[in-house]
Each structure stands twice: as C-alpha cells, then as structure tokens.
C-alpha cells in the first residue's frame, strides 16, 4: 500500500507541473497575443495617419493645379503674373500661423507672394488663403529652373529640354539658370521637344509644386512638375494660308498683345506664296508693323479635328438675332460647326453675336455685323468678314485654312490672355511627381 500511495502522489505532482506548463503556455500565448494585437494596432494607426497625410497632401496639389488654370485675370489664379519672374514663388496655406520655418526650402530671395483669392495675386502679407479650410496643408510654386532638370538628369548628352539660352554650362542651387518653358517646338530645337529655354510668345514656365501636410508631425511631401498644356498656335493676329483682301478704309488689326503679357506679333501672316492686298490706309500694329508672308504651316485642319471632340457647344444652324450669346466672359466654351453636316449654304453665318473661347469651324464662315469674338476662330474653309453695324470685333487672334476677304468695320486684336482662355482653357498637366510619406 505504500508502494501504491507513492506511485500515487508522483502521478498528482506530474499532473499539477503539467498543469503549471499548460497555464504558463497560455500565459505566454496570451501575452504575444496582446503584443501582437497592440503592434497591429499601432501599424493599422500609423497608415491611416500615412495615407490621411498623403491625402492632404494631394489636396493641396490638386488646389495648386486649379489655381494654376486659366490665366492672370482669373480672381483666383496663383500663378505669375508676369509669366517669366526668374525669382517668382507663390504659397498656398490654409492657416495663417504658417512661418518661414515651416517650409525646410525657404528661400527669402524669391519673391514668396500669398495671392488672395479674388484679390492682391502679389500679396506678401502671411495669410490663409487656400481654398479651403479644413485640410492642413500648405503649398509652394515656383518656375522649375535648369537646375531643377540638371538635378533630374538633364546633360547635353541626354537633354531633357533644348539649351537655347546661348550657355550650356552646369548650373548650382545659387544661380540655376534659365526657366524651363513648354511651348511649340522651334526650328532651333535640337532634340524636338517641346520643353526649352526660349522665350517665346507661345511659351509657357514648367511650375514645380511642392505640398506639406501639417496635421502630424511625420507629415508627407509630395512634389509634382506640372504646365498649361497648349491651344492654338498663334503667330500673328490674323493668319491665313490663302491671300488676305479687302477694303482698310476702317480696318484694324493690331498685333501688340492687348493683354501685356506677352511679345508682339505681326498683324496679318500669309502663308507662301500667298499675300495680303488690301486697298486703302488700314491701321495695322505689332512686329512688325506690316503684312509679313513666310513659310510656317499652322495645321488649322488637323487642330480642328482634333479640338472638336471636346467642343461643349454644336452650332447647326446661322446665329444672327440681336443678343445672340456662346460662352460668358466666366465660362469660355469650345463651338463647332460642321457645314455640311447639316449642309449649311454659304457656311456659318454669325451676326449680333458676342462669344467667348474657340470657334471651330468645318467649312467656310462669314461674320456679320455687331460681332464680338473674345478668344479664337479657328476656320478649315474661307472667312469672310462683312462688318455693318457695329463692326466686327475680335479679341484674340483669327487663322484660316484658305482666304480671308474683309469688308467693312474690323478691329482685331492679339490677346495672348484670351487665347489661353480659348484654346486650352488652361489646363495644366502632370509631367511627374514624387514624395515622401
């Protein structure tokens, strides 16, 4: 029986150890599981902190690129107003306690403008002027230089834009060079591209943006090169691949631009060989002064067809009664017309007519009294203008496939701000983007 009594209490003390074992297992399970959990927990809250940051930070590029739409006389635009300030930079805060240490980049020899929406777009005065409120974020804009692109990999051997400044040396963060302009390739161009340092009329600056979230202190950084992507060419106030005729007893066509923003260009443009024969002592303006004939081939055909799909208004029949409206000077529209389709006689006819944005016209057009055009008219066929009335007044720049005969009252004038409005209507695009969050 004592034998029995021993085996006994040595199986009760190995049930009680197994027992303790089993409890520590659960013990130890339990704690990595809390462990687990917590860590889970706390990587579930950090990317939803990551993403909400880069969310807003996104937000704040998306109010940039708006802002960056249209041109200098929108009341919200944040861009340069002067459209080639080397030291230009613009920020976008949706709090007023922003500092100078907020952004790690400052730089206190740019210009660092606070435009107000619907006010001073050169404002220097620190101020909640984003769009919205309720985001924390801010905003920085400015020109991308040579620099910049030397930075992204840009050599002679492996350019990213044409060098036609006339200097192709490296450049440094002090001195970074040239603005970096998208614009219609020019015959200089080595490369084809249509990214370069001229300056010319069609021109428009590559802006770098660079949005912080400031909601938490790991806060995300994103940064996007954007540009107005482009509308018509536009090299003279009136362009024609025909002969352009008529009577200038009381025409007017001036190729200073009416916006002062940007270069001058020639009042008439004819394509060789056509010419321009107008009798009389017409008052033409810009640089030069006089009718110039040349080479250049503006594609009118192939812009309209690849403009039309994205036309917001279809006119199918004439417009001439008084009051007649297309677009508002706050909502420039595309229009087209297709003259044969349905077959309109004679073209499209437009009489006491006041329109803003692009005119596109499949055929031939005829532009009576008391017409008011603010953007531009884009024609595959004839023009013909027959300015009773009123007269006919354009704001903008008119091209033409084929001729142009003008009878009548007549004043047009190159507005590089109306033709932004018109052709493109400022939009901007990504060329890339990238961040830290």
Same mark, same amino acid.
């Given at each position: 029986?004592?034998?029995?009594?021993?085996?006994?209490?040595?199986?009760?003390?190995?049930?009680?150890?197994?027992?303790?074992?089993?409890?520590?297992?659960?013990?130890?399970?339990?704690?990595?599981?809390?462990?687990?959990?917590?860590?889970?927990?706390?990587?579930?809250?950090?990317?939803?902190?990551?993403?909400?940051?880069?969310?807003?930070?996104?937000?704040?590029?998306?109010?940039?690129?708006?802002?960056?739409?249209?041109?200098?006389?929108?009341?919200?635009?944040?861009?340069?107003?002067?459209?080639?300030?080397?030291?230009?930079?613009?920020?976008?805060?949706?709090?007023?306690?922003?500092?100078?240490?907020?952004?790690?980049?400052?730089?206190?020899?740019?210009?660092?403008?606070?435009?107000?929406?619907?006010?001073?777009?050169?404002?220097?005065?620190?101020?909640?002027?984003?769009?919205?409120?309720?985001?924390?974020?801010?905003?920085?804009?400015?020109?991308?230089?040579?620099?910049?692109?030397?930075?992204?990999?840009?050599?002679?051997?492996?350019?990213?834009?044409?060098?036609?400044?006339?200097?192709?040396?490296?450049?440094?963060?002090?001195?970074?060079?040239?603005?970096?302009?998208?614009?219609?390739?020019?015959?200089?161009?080595?490369?084809?591209?249509?990214?370069?340092?001229?300056?010319?009329?069609?021109?428009?600056?590559?802006?770098?943006?660079?949005?912080?979230?400031?909601?938490?202190?790991?806060?995300?950084?994103?940064?996007?090169?954007?540009?107005?992507?482009?509308?018509?060419?536009?090299?003279?106030?009136?362009?024609?691949?025909?002969?352009?005729?008529?009577?200038?007893?009381?025409?007017?066509?001036?190729?200073?631009?009416?916006?002062?923003?940007?270069?001058?260009?020639?009042?008439?443009?004819?394509?060789?060989?056509?010419?321009?024969?107008?009798?009389?002592?017409?008052?033409?303006?810009? *640089?030069?002064?006089?009718? #110039?004939? +040349?080479?250049?081939? /503006? !594609? %009118?055909? =192939?812009?309209?067809?690849?403009?039309?799909?994205?036309?917001?208004?279809?006119?199918?029949?004439?417009?001439?009664?008084?009051?007649?409206?297309?677009?508002?000077?706050?909502?420039?529209?595309?229009?087209?017309?297709?003259?044969?389709?349905?077959?309109?006689?004679?073209?499209?006819?437009?009489?006491?007519?006041?329109?803003?944005?692009?005119?596109?016209?499949?055929?031939?057009?005829?532009?009576?009294?008391?017409?008011?055009?603010?953007?531009?008219?884009?024609?595959?066929?004839?023009?013909?203008?027959?300015?009773?009335?009123?007269?006919? *007044?354009?704001?903008?720049? #008119?091209? +033409?496939?084929?001729? /142009? !005969? %003008?009878? =009548?009252?007549?004043?047009?004038?190159?507005?590089?701000?109306?033709?932004?409005?018109?052709?493109?209507?400022?939009?901007?695009?990504?060329?890339?983007?990238?961040?830290?969050?």
């Amino acid at each position: 029986m004592k034998t029995g009594g021993k085996r006994l209490g040595n199986n009760r003390g190995s049930v009680i150890n197994l027992v303790l074992l089993i409890l520590l297992a659960a013990t130890i399970a339990g704690v990595v599981a809390v462990a687990i959990t917590s860590t889970d927990q706390r990587i579930t809250r950090n990317l939803k902190v990551r993403k909400t940051e880069f969310y807003t930070a996104e937000a704040g590029i998306e109010e940039a690129k708006a802002r960056l739409m249209g041109t200098s006389t929108r009341p919200n635009y944040a861009g340069d107003p002067a459209g080639a300030n080397l030291l230009w930079s613009a920020y976008l805060s949706s709090s007023a306690s922003w500092q100078t240490s907020s952004d790690p980049e400052y730089n206190g020899a740019y210009q660092n403008y606070f435009p107000v929406p619907g006010g001073s777009k050169t404002a220097t005065a620190i101020s909640a002027n984003s769009m919205q409120s309720t985001l924390p974020y801010f905003v920085k804009i400015r020109h991308k230089r040579e620099y910049d692109a030397e930075q992204a990999g840009h050599t002679s051997a492996k350019p990213h834009y044409n060098d036609l400044d006339g200097s192709t040396a490296a450049h440094s963060a002090a001195s970074p060079g040239s603005i970096i302009y998208y614009g219609f390739a020019t015959a200089a161009a080595s490369t084809g591209s249509q990214f370069t340092t001229a300056t010319t009329a069609d021109g428009k600056p590559v802006e770098i943006v660079t949005a912080y979230s400031t909601g938490d202190t790991n806060r995300a950084v994103l940064r996007a090169e954007i540009y107005k992507s482009l509308g018509p060419r536009v090299i003279a106030a009136v362009y024609a691949q025909g002969n352009v005729t008529g009577n200038g007893s009381s025409m007017s066509v001036n190729g200073n631009d009416n916006c002062g923003v940007a270069a001058a260009v020639p009042p008439i443009y004819t394509m060789n060989p056509a010419v321009t024969n107008i009798n009389g002592n017409p008052t033409l303006a810009g *640089n030069p002064a006089t009718p #110039v004939t +040349g080479p250049t081939n /503006i !594609d %009118i055909d =192939g812009m309209v067809a690849g403009m039309r799909g994205g036309a917001t208004q279809i006119l199918t029949a004439d417009m001439t009664a008084n009051g007649s409206t297309i677009g508002s000077s706050s909502n420039y529209v595309t229009a087209y017309s297709d003259t044969s389709n349905p077959f309109n006689v004679g073209g499209l006819k437009l009489q006491n007519v006041t329109g803003y944005g692009t005119l596109l016209v499949q055929g031939d057009l005829e532009l009576g009294g008391n017409v008011n055009w603010n953007g531009v008219i884009l024609v595959t066929g004839t023009i013909t203008f027959n300015g009773g009335g009123g007269g006919i *007044n354009v704001r903008g720049a #008119v091209l +033409g496939s084929q001729t /142009i !005969d %003008i009878n =009548g009252g007549l004043d047009i004038r190159y507005d590089s701000c109306k033709v932004d409005e018109a052709g493109s209507g400022g939009a901007v695009r990504v060329l890339n983007w990238y961040g830290d969050y």
